[in-house]
């Protein structure tokens, strides 16, 4: 079993940066995908950056891409999201996810849906204020 715990967030003003930390435990992910979601109040949950398990790979939403950075450090089992040029709309609750599934093919497709991931952490707070 993997616990995902994500911290760093908190209240910034619009244009300033956060990053974002989810630490693993109880085995080691670095053979696992692992992402950011995020879900603003009243919204659906939506995806934000994946990273594939090598590093190699990573996969960002539209709206955040240019702004925030998906980064890990398989030695000590941790994933980060750099967030720059932070807006009000990035205001949510920010959750670490970890897909145990080493996939091959299609790993775009795959790493922006949620029912593929296998863990997930309790969420970390990010307010931005205009």
């Known amino acids: 079993q993997v616990q995902l715990e994500e911290s760093g967030g908190g209240l910034v003003q619009a244009g300033a940066s956060l990053r974002l930390s989810c630490a693993a435990s109880?085995?080691?992910?670095?053979?696992?995908?692992m992402a950011w979601f995020r879900q603003a109040p009243g919204k659906e949950r939506e995806f934000v950056a994946a990273?594939?398990?090598?590093?190699?790979?990573?996969l960002y939403a539209d709206s955040v891409k240019g702004r925030f950075f998906i980064s890990r450090d398989s030695a000590n089992n941790t994933v980060y999201l750099q967030m720059n040029s932070l807006k009000p709309e990035d205001t949510a609750v920010y959750y670490c996810?970890?897909?145990?599934?080493?996939?091959?093919?299609?790993?775009?497709?795959?790493?922006?849906?949620?029912?593929?991931?296998?863990?997930w952490g309790q969420g970390t707070q990010v307010t931005v204020s205009s």
């Open positions: 996810a970890a897909d145990r599934n080493r996939r091959t093919t299609n790993w775009d497709y795959f790493s922006s849906r949620q029912g593929v991931y296998d863990y």
């Open positions: 109880g085995r080691t992910v670095s053979t696992y995908t």
């Open positions: 990273i594939s398990w090598s590093g190699s790979s990573t």
